[in-house]
């Protein structure tokens, strides 16, 4: 892929931050002004630390502009604000059934494909269910499948607690996807250096982002389980691919309920080490 690297000479002021903060060493001054390097050209990850370091905004890369970048440092929230969403987000377990609007859900995704990934690759896939009834279809064949695996007592070990999850949809209540409208999932290739941390990251970024339009979130290792369990194979229903490594699923959605304070959890485990 062609880099498109430039610079406006006249805002440049050969400062070198590019050059210093290359992570790769691909960037030189050549004589006046910074150029790349053509041996090394290949080894760039397109991070675009170079286009975020410039204090002119002199420099463009991969077709990105300074002028379409959010300026830092006046866009970050304050440390209060940060400290307040850390403390304050909570596992929501009720939601209203209004969808959240599809563009919402594609500024959030946009986002959040901003988070950090090993090596840049950037392989996150994001599989979202964005329709309510896509959502049903779901929540049925999974609870569906679950009591054909109880029926046929296929529930593996640790696994019985589903027959209470059977039950409890009988009786009109959804323990698994808690009646959410929507659900993410972030699978990512097995060639990637770090998938199951390039999952949890993106995801992590969704909830926290989540939490400050008034979105609620729940991590859910049950439909994991579920799917592991039952005889329908939903990854493939939902066209991830067969050999991604496939962690979490998130559902989110507008909560049925609303905390007005933080809780107070600040018991942290702390191993602190000092070596001589």
Not at 35 to 63: D, K, N, Y
Not at 94 to 115: G, K, Q, S
Not at 147 to 163: D, H, T
Not at 194 to 217: C, H, K, N, R, V
């Amino acid at each position: 892929m062609e880099l498109h690297f430039t610079i406006d000479t006249e805002r440049c002021i050969q400062c070198g931050a590019c050059i210093d903060d290359c992570p790769f060493h691909i960037i030189e001054m050549a004589p006046d002004f910074p150029a790349l390097i053509p041996s090394r050209v290949h080894h760039c990850i397109r991070c675009q630390h170079c286009l975020a370091v410039c204090p002119t905004g002199a420099l463009s890369i991969a077709g990105r502009r300074p002028e379409d970048s959010l300026p830092l440092p006046e866009s970050l929230p304050s440390a209060g604000q940060m400290t307040a969403l850390i403390r304050g987000r909570r596992s929501m377990r009720r939601f209203l059934p209004d969808p959240v609007p599809a563009e919402t859900i594609n500024r959030m995704l946009a986002t959040v494909a901003n988070a950090p990934t090993g090596k840049n690759n950037r392989q996150c896939l994001f599989t979202v269910i964005d329709d309510p009834a896509t959502m049903e279809v779901v929540r049925r064949e999974t609870l569906e499948g679950l009591r054909r695996a109880v029926a046929e007592k296929r529930l593996g070990e640790g696994l019985g607690y589903f027959r209470h999850v059977v039950t409890a949809w009988d009786q009109g209540r959804d323990i698994i996807f808690r009646r959410a409208p929507h659900l993410l999932m972030v699978s990512v290739p097995p060639s990637v250096t770090t998938p199951d941390a390039d999952a949890l990251i993106a995801m992590s970024y969704f909830e926290l982002l989540a939490a400050t339009i008034g979105i609620g979130t729940l991590w859910n290792a049950m439909i994991r389980w579920a799917w592991s369990t039952i005889d329908v194979d939903m990854y493939r229903r939902l066209n991830i691919p067969a050999d991604h490594y496939k962690g979490y699923a998130l559902l989110f959605g507008r909560p049925a309920v609303h905390y007005h304070r933080t809780v107070q959890r600040d018991e942290a485990q702390i191993n602190r080490v000092r070596l001589a």
